[in-house]
């Protein structure tokens, strides 16, 4: 998880108005501004092969790709967060350059740190996007990537894939082989 920053509480234009000014991205949650920690670079690999393959896949269509320095505005629970990789088709969200409201596909890969507040907390807030399809959570220790599908009756349901499984995102239609997403990682990183 993010570390909190000693500041008095912040509104959201206050803290947009503040993290344009800023080397480091934070991220925002009721008034509560948190330092994004660094990543390691397998956790880099990863999300830049998971973006490379939805890129390619997604060119020239409606959807749009977007890494890890995108802010995704999550407004029912007046947060802001910087999720690894998202994917968003709304018109609305391809007018605003700054940040995103309504992605399909949000995916995060996980590390110590971080792994329970993406897989509890932080997917409580996205679950507040009306229409965010399939939450991504990749793990580059177990090889495995656990992707949450929102149903029509609007339940979440675990679709988990391990080892050599081609991860499916029904929501972009895209198949992704193991190999592909966990590509050019040292065979003792993983």
Request: glycine share 6%.
């Amino acid at each position: 998880m993010a570390r909190p920053q000693h500041q008095p509480h912040l509104t959201a234009d206050d803290y947009l108005a503040w993290e344009a000014t800023q080397e480091e991205r934070h991220e925002y949650l009721d008034g509560e501004v948190f330092a994004m920690a660094g990543a390691e670079d397998r956790h880099v690999m990863v999300a830049g092969n998971l973006y490379m393959a939805l890129r390619n896949h997604l060119r020239g269509g409606p959807c749009k790709t977007y890494m890890s320095d995108m802010r995704l505005h999550v407004a029912a629970s007046n947060a802001y967060f910087y999720p690894d990789v998202l994917v968003t088709c709304d018109a609305g969200d391809h007018a605003s350059r700054l940040s995103k409201s309504q992605p399909t596909l949000v995916a995060e890969v996980l590390s110590t740190g971080t792994a329970s507040y993406d897989r509890g907390a932080k997917f409580a807030h996205y679950r507040h996007i009306g229409r965010l399809a399939e939450y991504v959570l990749i793990d580059i220790d177990r090889r495995a990537t656990d992707v949450y599908r929102k149903g029509a009756d609007g339940l979440w349901v675990l679709h988990p894939f391990a080892g050599e499984d081609t991860v499916e995102l029904a929501s972009v239609a895209l198949r992704l082989p193991a190999a592909e997403l966990f590509a050019d990682l040292e065979p003792d990183a993983v």
